[in-house]
């Protein structure tokens, strides 16, 4: 069973995200901001798919894709989804530098975030 | 020249707005978590009303369709062999008549034969007198042979009687027999229109119940559809509250009259950055 980090600081976010993943037979964990976010999946190797938002207070999400590409565990297999209401080109680009796998634009549809999630952690 | 916004007054409305965002964050996450119930106790009942009718309008060992088709085999089973013994009753009737007539038959040469006896015993006693004393034993034979014949002729007599009658009580049986053969008739063609009936009758409660199965997920996949456009909503609902949240920290940074923050500073991350055609809008995706 997969095991999927949400990251948003957002509690309504973090919910209807586990919702739409329940389907999935997914491992659910949740961190409140970037820097939880980075703490957590530090702390457990077994995280194998970040869903991830932009605007979170302490450490946006961008800079969390980019400290986990520098200590290597983007390149250990860790699969980055992007989850935000950002849309610009240039942030997308930032976060496909740093090693994301994918970018969705809120308000997300629960079964195209599903099928993403489940084609990272195929 | 403009006056510089009162404190207080910013820290009221930063108060207010900081309770609209609660209660509204609130909402949102009670709304989420009624909608999935409501979801999932819909999946729950279309699958319990799936089982039910599925029992109804299956075709399988147990079910309704095949218990009739059993019933139905066993009737008609029963029928056929009725109709094999009513069948043998009759001929066995018949075969009785015809025996029955026979004896009545050999009952009519017996009593020839006793008549013919009596009239030789007559013969023989008008022989015996012409005879004198030499004649008398033979006229007492002839008594006693003419005795004989009478007793033959009154049991023979009685056979005839009981024949004459057991002729009418065969013909009786015979008749009831030809009865029931055309009750049991009559009964295979109303068995049959029943079986057709009842066979017509499965036939629709399995359509109703294949139709009801599909309607359930028909009305299903709409729920789930609906709920998915509420979750959105919810989402964007959401997304509203965290932006007045910048929004409030703005304000919040401007009444304390320190250095305004950059809008960067607490999440705006695109503020600054040029337009773009390759942006995503909202409920895009795009996997590198």
């Not at chain 2, 009670?30 to 599925?54: D, P, T, W, Y």
């Amino acid at each position: 069973m997969s095991k999927i980090i949400i990251v948003d600081d957002s509690a309504t976010m973090r919910s209807q995200v586990r919702q739409a993943l329940a389907a999935g037979n997914f491992q659910l964990v949740e961190a409140v901001d970037g820097q939880d976010g980075l703490d957590k999946v530090n702390a457990d190797p077994d995280i194998s798919v970040m869903i991830l938002d932009v605007n979170m207070p302490r450490m946006n999400g961008i800079e969390l894709a980019e400290a986990l590409s520098k200590n290597g565990r983007v390149a250990k297999g860790l699969k980055i989804v992007m989850l935000t209401t950002e849309g610009h080109a240039d942030l997308i680009q930032r976060a496909k530098a740093a090693g994301a796998k994918g970018w969705i634009v809120k308000p997300f549809k629960p079964d195209l975030l599903l099928a993403a999630v489940q084609k990272m952690a195929a | 020249m403009p006056q510089a916004p009162d404190q207080n007054f910013h820290a009221v409305v930063g108060v207010e707005v900081e309770k609209v965002l609660q209660d509204s964050e609130y909402a949102t996450l009670a709304l989420g978590a009624n909608l999935s119930e409501i979801v999932a106790k819909a999946e729950e009942f279309v699958e319990q009303l799936q089982g039910s009718v599925g029992v109804i309008g299956s075709s399988g060992e147990g079910s309704i369709s095949h218990t009739l088709d059993l019933q139905t085999a066993a009737t008609d089973a029963f029928v056929r062999d009725l109709g094999v013994v009513i069948a043998d009753n009759s001929n066995i009737a018949d075969r009785v008549i015809e025996t029955t007539g026979n004896v009545s038959e050999a009952a009519q040469a017996v009593s020839d034969v006793a008549s013919a006896a009596r009239m030789l015993c007559f013969n023989t006693k008008i022989e015996a007198g012409r005879l004198g004393d030499l004649g008398r034993p033979f006229i007492v034979i002839a008594d006693q042979m003419r005795e004989l014949s009478e007793a033959i002729a009154q049991s023979n007599d009685r056979i005839s009687l009981l024949t004459a009658a057991l002729t009418p009580l065969l013909k009786e049986v015979k008749s009831s027999v030809h009865s029931l053969q055309g009750r049991t008739s009559e009964f295979t063609v109303q068995n049959g229109e029943h079986r057709e009936a009842i066979q017509t009758m499965s036939r629709k409660l399995q359509n109703a119940t294949a139709d009801t199965i599909a309607a359930g997920d028909e009305k299903l996949a709409e729920i789930i559809a609906r709920s998915g456009d509420s979750l959105v909503a919810l989402q964007t609902q959401d997304i509203v509250s965290q932006r007045l949240r910048k929004i409030l920290t703005l304000v919040a940074s401007l009444a304390d009259n320190a250095d305004a923050k950059h809008p960067q500073d607490i999440g705006f991350l695109s503020e600054e950055l040029p337009p773009s055609e390759d942006s995503l809008n909202a409920g895009e995706m795009e996997l590198f």
